[in-house]
């Protein structure tokens, strides 16, 4: 039994508390635990500072708590994200019979304000001109690319990948992958990156997919430094991150017309209405609904 696990068990032995956050944090893993660990420890730290138990806490309480989150002048995007964590803290406190109600359960969360919203992402042209790049770069990055920018896979899920997640089914090459939440899933590769997806594995079985420049099993900080290279290379000048990648995907599909469900499919949202949340093309003119709503009617008007 290593360290890790000793740990996690006596917290689940101590008091309520502990066994609540023991609880909610073992549902997680990599960034998304340390994030979460750090806004719960900073409510439990306010709920210490004024006083409070943390499973006696009353809405009231969370609403006073938003509102110094306000008094420090916290953007709507950071305070919604800390809220989010607490609120889920409290929903799975019930479920784990903790305790027996969500002091969260009525409080509105903090609108997020689209202007603070500061998304990654790449427009069509772009993200040819990326693919391009990578392609000329070598095979490693032509997957790469597809992987993240075509596929939509998050960057985790990448880096995790061996030779042996490439699969063969119903006459397509697939990717099977474990997403977030722990559950499988298996996404076709798009033919024009098959060749380029035998040379990277070469051969190979059960080892690292997607390396880093030293052979190695590449992460998230070698992913950045790959993406930050190939899009110099590529003449873009805007930032981007690997997830600004998969934003980039939801838009640019939905640009091109393909249906919210497939999108969402692709992407693998539970909800579309998180699939619309990426959509950074929204309030482009150039989608506007009435352009081809009218320019049928007035096609229709030419043909009499």
């Known amino acids: 039994m290593n360290t ?30 340390e994030s979460y660990r750090i ?11 004024v006083g409070l138990d943390p499973l006696q806490v009353r809405r009231p309480h ?8 306000e008094d420090q002048n916290l953007a709507s995007a950071t305070r919604a994200a800390k809220f989010g964590v607490v609120h889920l803290f409290y929903k799975y406190a019930v ?16 609108k997020v304000h689209e202007g603070e919203q500061k998304r990654t992402w790449l427009p ?4 040819v001109a990326l693919l391009d790049a990578a392609i000329k770069a070598g095979p490693r990055e032509h997957v790469f690319v ?7 896979l998050r960057v985790g899920e990448m880096c995790a990948l061996n030779t042996d997640s490439v699969r063969h089914n119903q006459g397509w090459r697939t990717i099977v992958f474990r997403g977030k939440g722990g559950d499988t899933f298996e996404r076709v590769v798009p033919v024009q990156a098959l060749r380029d997806l035998d040379r990277l594995i070469d051969g190979c079985t059960d080892t690292p997919l997607i390396r880093n420049t030293r052979g190695d099993r590449m992460d998230r900080a070698a992913a950045d430094r790959l993406l930050h290279r190939l899009t110099r290379v590529a003449g873009i000048t805007r930032p981007i991150t690997p997830h600004g990648l998969r934003r980039s995907v939801a838009t640019n599909m939905l640009a091109q017309g393909l249906p919210l469900r497939d999108v969402q499919l692709q992407l693998r949202h539970a909800d579309p209405r998180m699939t619309m949340r990426y959509d950074q093309g929204k309030n482009s003119l150039d989608r506007a609904a009435v352009l081809p709503y009218a320019s049928a009617q007035y096609g229709m008007l030419n043909a009499d």
Do not use: K
Not at 10 to 24: E, H, I, K, M
Not at 124 to 127: A, F, M, Q
């Open 4 to 33: 890790a696990t000793t740990t996690l068990i006596l917290s689940v032995t101590n008091d309520p508390l502990r066994q609540a956050c023991a609880g909610f944090l073992a549902r997680y893993g990599g960034p998304t635990l």
């Open 146 to 152: 597809v992987l993240l920018g075509q596929m939509a």
């Open 95 to 110: 479920v784990d019979e903790i305790t027996d109600r969500d002091p969260t359960e009525n409080v509105t969360r903090p």
């Open 62 to 69: 969370v609403e006073i708590w938003l509102r110094s989150l």
């Open 39 to 49: 806004h719960l420890d900073l409510w439990l730290r306010w709920c210490t500072q």
């Open 124 to 127: 069509t042209l772009e993200s």
